[in-house]
């Protein structure tokens, strides 16, 4: 990260937010896809390798509990759990805030929510106001 001692906490979680839509591609229909607390896990996981410093790398059964609290477990999910575990404490904050602003983002379009609502991936797209139905 460069040096952005200038910017005030909000705005380095908002300049790591635009970096996540516009360099990875995770936009609000990306996160929508997340309607199931994944955002606010991986912002919990970014604090808690915050909070434990060093005790980052204490292995539990060859894994760290922030790696297993990590709610995705694919190759590419565990492939930004690394590069987020490589941060800067200060870099880690950031993170978990732009992952709570989206989180809190995606809650506020889904408002306005009807039942049986979709997501482009045909999941529900608000939590506790849209019904999974069998079509």
């Not at 996160?31 to 808690?48: I, N, P």
């Not at 492939?79 to 904050?93: A, D, G, Q």
Request: charge should be negative; aromatic fraction near 6%.
């Amino acid at each position: 990260m460069k040096d952005n001692t200038a910017l005030t906490g909000a705005e380095l979680i908002a300049a790591e937010r635009q970096e996540q839509i516009h360099k990875h591609g995770w936009d609000v229909a990306h996160d929508d896809d997340y309607g199931r607390g994944e955002l606010m896990q991986a912002a919990a996981t970014a604090l808690s390798l915050y909070a434990s410093g060093d005790m980052a790398n204490i292995c539990v059964a060859g894994q760290t509990e922030e790696v297993k609290m990590w709610p995705w477990q694919t190759e590419f999910g565990l492939v930004f759990f690394r590069k987020i575990e490589r941060k800067s404490p200060l870099e880690k904050l950031i993170v978990a805030g732009a992952l709570i602003a989206a989180e809190i983002d995606r809650l506020q379009r889904a408002t306005n929510c009807t039942e049986g609502c979709r997501n482009a991936s045909g999941n529900p797209s608000c939590p506790g106001c849209c019904i999974p139905t069998d079509k």
